[in-house]
């Protein structure tokens, strides 16, 4: 028998998106049953989840799986790792991550995606069952389509094509399918200490299929405990109600708000761009989000304490360190201007996810090999940047000795993202997965072919 000729670049492509097409029935189908999983971020349902992950993988030529249930004390080695306040665990939440290794002598790079999502809650509010995976026309609906088990699928089915296709890569392909990115990032952290790194690394948020995010904002959540004096009912003059201090507290956070979107404006273009989707810019580089009031706990009691929760997000001009600051000493103000807490002041707690912003040069090669081939799949590319933040914060800056990857977002888009009726294009999906394949393809460079 003769030896086949090997393929040419073009005949490896056009076999390559014709695999793809031809598995959409089935990528729709794990989207499905991973979309009924309700996979809210720290329960169990996120190992049910990965579980549908690691069996899509499985036994794909070529893929080697790597399953790992991350530990608190192993995040601690990352400077900015999230800050706990209670007792946490892992156990049964495991990362998935799947590496296709290649020959040698290529760019290596890390497609990185959450497999956690936020609560459906107030279901009643929703057209659409938030777990049911209803397709209706191209939208898929339900809980975690967009955000983001609609990139999951398409990143899965990238690799995927390639190592069943026999396409052979000089450069490593290291797919990573991670824990809780909605409640700290925990899971990418555990993979970025582990030591998975690369040339570059495509985050598949939902961004929609033409376009890249090159820049995202950082930010840092906070709790301000204030304390006031309880008193009971018909001695309720004599106590110092901590709703009300809570409430000069609020209006100086508002204020710093303000005075920093000023000071800000017109820094950060790729962060300003005006909204035109979900992920887009929001006309302003730093927002800051005042999420959660509690205060006392009996009506007849004058209110001894009250906190606020809040998240402040910023651009990459700024350190999280001197945002920080900025909070805390619009706090103390508020403080000093009351008498009561001048004299017991308030407290300002830092938790959860703590992460840096970054933008990257639209000249860069990963941006310019990614744009290409959404170019020529989906059609012309837009770059934008948005002030929300994602895994991206833990790969792209450098921090310490972890990070400075040049890492873009790209994923399908769709709607409702963290509220009603979220919902995903499905040829956003297969759309995707072909310019991902594609892109690394050209990125990690190809040995070999069928």
Not at 9 to 30: A, D, F, G, M, W
Not at 113 to 131: F, T
Not at 222 to 227: A, C, G, L, P, W
Request: proline share 6%.
């Amino acid at each position: 028998m003769g030896h086949r000729p090997k393929m040419s670049p073009e005949e490896v492509r056009s076999h390559l998106l014709s695999y793809i097409e031809s598995k959409k029935n089935e990528q729709t189908q794990l989207l499905e049953d991973l979309v009924k999983i309700p996979s809210i971020s720290c329960t169990q349902h996120e190992g049910a989840a990965q579980k549908l992950v690691e069996r899509s993988l499985r036994g794909t030529h070529g893929i080697d799986l790597d399953l790992w249930e991350p530990r608190t004390e192993d995040l601690s080695a990352y400077p900015l790792h999230p800050i706990r306040t209670g007792e946490w665990t892992y156990d049964g939440r495991p990362n998935v991550v799947g590496i296709l290794r290649g020959t040698g002598g290529g760019k290596s790079i890390i497609l990185n995606g959450h497999i956690d999502v936020v609560s459906p809650e107030p279901v009643k509010e929703w057209k659409h069952a938030p777990w049911g995976s209803e397709i209706v026309g191209d939208k898929m609906y339900g809980r975690g389509t967009m955000d983001m088990k609609g990139g999951i699928a398409a990143m899965v089915y990238a690799v995927r094509a390639i190592a069943e296709s026999g396409i052979k890569l000089r450069g490593d392909v290291i797919l990573e399918s991670m824990v809780e990115e909605e409640y700290g990032g925990g899971g990418t952290v555990a993979a970025v200490v582990k030591g998975y790194k690369a040339d570059a690394a495509i985050i598949c948020e939902a961004t929609s299929s033409n376009s890249i995010g090159i820049a995202s904002g950082g930010s840092r959540f906070f709790r301000v405990k204030i304390y006031g004096k309880p008193e009971w009912p018909h001695l309720a003059h004599y106590g110092v109600n901590a709703i009300g201090l809570a409430s000069k507290v609020y209006e100086a956070l508002l204020e710093l708000d303000r005075e920093r979107g000023l000071r800000l404006r017109g820094k950060h273009p790729m962060l300003e761009s005006l909204r035109a989707g979900d992920m887009r810019g929001p006309g302003r580089p730093t927002n800051m989000t005042i999420g959660v009031m509690r205060a006392g706990d009996w009506p007849a009691t004058v209110a001894g304490w009250a906190e606020i929760e809040g998240r402040v997000g910023f651009p990459p001009s700024e350190s999280g360190h001197d945002v920080q600051r900025e909070v805390e000493q619009a706090v103390r103000r508020a403080a000093e201007g009351d008498p009561w807490m001048l004299e017991h002041p308030p407290e300002v707690e830092w938790w959860g996810a703590r992460r840096e912003a970054f933008e990257l040069d639209p000249s860069s090669p990963v941006v310019q090999t990614l744009k290409k081939n959404v170019d020529s799949l989906v059609g012309p590319c837009e770059l934008y940047g948005t002030s929300s933040a994602s895994d991206a914060a833990y790969i792209a800056p450098k921090v310490g000795a972890y990070g400075g990857i040049p890492t873009v977002s790209y994923g399908p888009g769709g709607g409702g993202a963290h509220t009603f009726d979220e919902y995903v294009n499905l040829q956003e999906v297969t759309d995707v997965t072909k310019v991902l394949a594609s892109t690394i393809i050209d990125w990690c460079g190809r040995d070999d072919a069928l």
